[in-house]
């Protein structure tokens, strides 16, 4: 690894998106380093011991408690969901599997529960009135979602119109996971959180590593946020932890770089001890295409061609928190970078250290995608407002002969690759945007659009 040309390249990006600290770590002690400061004001180094968020990355978890409890007998991933969750009745329920929960499939679209899950500690850091000022589809009387009897409760209740039957598309749903939770929580007698500790963290021997926000202690980092709506944004100090216990499965641990990387152990090393090897080959199989050349396996995303190898990776993200999560297993290398601000760039600079590990170019894209000239007709089909009810607006508009989008305010123009197909650089990484049937495809979830357009 060429670590001069890497840290100019991460140092770069680090500053440019005002993220106040970072650790990117690679297995076997092959490259770790810490940016900025867990602790901006007292001036506290990054270590690989502190403590972070990793959002989403959590799923991956969710996934090995489903298959270790396959194992021993206790369920299977083809099992409807109504074998363990009678009670639930929403529209299409009836249909839908393990398997599809846990592969984002279950049809169930993009809900604004994980706010109302959340909705005590955003109370108590201002953020949820942020969220409505946003234009999240929110209300500032409906009681937070605090239970797992609240959570179905809603789910059934709110009759909202599947995406498509189950198996048949992809779109992200953390309702999914809360409810893959419930599941293991059923299945195994013990409490979902109980349960990961015991059969993932304490055999892996990831010391530092939990859910419950009072375990937190002087090595946590400092989460920072920024007002978007604010007329000077700045980085501030928010020490508010967001918890939402009903929604722990979809993305709540706190960890360390050096426990990430006992984690991405499960994945080189044949389940690890944790799970069997047939099991590990189920969670990392390409389940379903997320976009072309990226799959979605159990809790993990899965690109079979970055420069000539595997990729298994996912990322999370949630108030505070910016985390990618990455296994390479025909190069034996894991990595993890871990940041304490939503929207850093973790992605970019965890490829950027894996490819430098692979003496490539930290900047080269793994996936190219080629520049098209779209028609009129492909202007127009394009166009439009599209909405989901976890929160996202997005404005596609055309404008002086380009295609631009505006998300949360922010205008940025598109690079047209397709004929129904544009990208955007966000974060430091471009992204796709794919249309089809009055849909928007981003951000690993489908934007329906707006009927009045």
């Keep these: 690894m060429n670590k001069e040309k890497y840290e100019r390249?991460?140092?770069s990006l680090i500053n440019t998106s005002h993220t106040p600290g970072a650790i990117i770590g690679i297995n076997d002690q092959r490259y770790e380093k810490g940016f900025g400061f867990r602790d901006l004001e007292n001036q506290l180094p990054v270590t690989a011991d502190t403590i972070f968020g990793i959002g989403s990355i959590t799923k991956s978890m969710t996934c090995i408690g489903?298959?270790?409890?396959?194992?021993?007998?206790?369920?299977?991933?083809?099992?409807r969901i109504q074998t363990y969750l009678p009670e639930i009745t929403f529209k299409g329920s009836s249909d839908i599997t393990l398997h599809h929960l846990m592969t984002h499939t279950s049809g169930i679209p993009p809900l604004n529960?994980?706010?109302?899950?959340?909705?005590?500690?955003?109370?108590?850091?201002?953020?949820?009135?942020?969220?409505?000022?946003?234009?999240a589809p929110l209300d500032r009387e409906q009681d937070s979602i605090d239970t797992y009897d609240d959570l179905i409760n809603y789910l059934n209740a709110i009759q909202f119109v599947p995406l498509d039957q189950p198996g048949k598309s992809f779109s992200y749903s953390n309702d999914g996971y809360a409810l893959l939770g419930i599941i293991i929580e059923r299945v195994s007698g013990q409490p979902y959180e109980r349960y990961i500790e015991k059969n993932i963290f304490r055999p892996l021997g990831m010391k530092n590593s939990f859910f419950h926000?009072?375990?937190?202690?002087?090595?946590?980092?400092?989460?920072?946020?920024v007002d978007p709506?604010?007329?000077?944004?700045?980085?501030?100090?928010?020490?508010?932890?967001?918890?939402?216990?009903?929604?722990?499965?979809?993305?709540?641990?706190?960890?360390?770089?050096?426990?990430?990387?006992?984690?991405?152990?499960?994945?080189?090393?044949?389940?690890?001890?944790?799970l069997s090897a047939e099991s590990l080959n189920d969670l990392t199989s390409r389940h379903i295409e997320v976009e072309p050349g990226r799959h979605y396996g159990y809790?993990?995303?899965?690109?079979?061609?970055f420069f000539g190898t595997t990729l298994i990776e996912h990322g999370g993200g949630i108030k505070g928190v910016t985390a990618q999560f990455a296994v390479l297993p025909e190069r034996s290398i894991s990595a993890i970078c871990l940041t304490n601000i939503a929207g850093a760039p973790a992605e970019a600079l965890l490829k950027g250290a894996v490819q430098s590990e692979m003496d490539i170019d930290p900047e080269k894209p793994a996936i190219e995608y080629d520049h098209y000239a779209p028609t009129e007709t492909d202007r127009q089909a394009i166009t439009g407002t599209y909405q989901s009810n976890e929160g996202q607006t997005v404005k596609v508009y055309e404008k002086d002969a380009t295609i631009f989008v505006e998300i949360q305010?922010?205008?940025?123009?598109?690079?047209?690759?397709?004929?129904?197909?544009?990208?955007?650089?966000?974060?430091g990484t471009e992204h796709l945007?794919?249309?089809?049937?009055?849909?928007?495809?981003?951000g690993f979830r489908q934007l329906v659009r707006s009927e009045d357009e």
């Design 113 to 135: 529960t994980l706010f109302y899950a959340n909705k005590p500690s955003m109370e108590r850091d201002g953020s949820f009135d942020l969220q409505i000022k946003l234009g």
């Design 66 to 79: 489903i298959l270790q409890l396959q194992e021993e007998g206790l369920l299977s991933v083809q099992d």
């Design 299 to 305: 809790g993990v995303m899965v690109t079979p061609d």
């Design 213 to 225: 926000p009072d375990q937190l202690d002087e090595q946590a980092a400092r989460l920072y946020s």
């Design 433 to 442: 945007m794919q249309f089809t049937n009055h849909r928007l495809h981003f």
């Design 9 to 11: 390249f991460a140092e």
């Design 229 to 274: 709506t604010a007329e000077t944004p700045t980085i501030e100090y928010s020490p508010e932890w967001w918890d939402a216990p009903v929604m722990r499965a979809a993305g709540y641990v706190k960890t360390t770089a050096n426990d990430m990387l006992r984690f991405g152990d499960v994945f080189l090393n044949s389940g690890n001890g944790i």
């Design 409 to 427: 305010g922010t205008e940025m123009p598109t690079r047209s690759v397709g004929p129904r197909a544009v990208t955007i650089t966000l974060h």
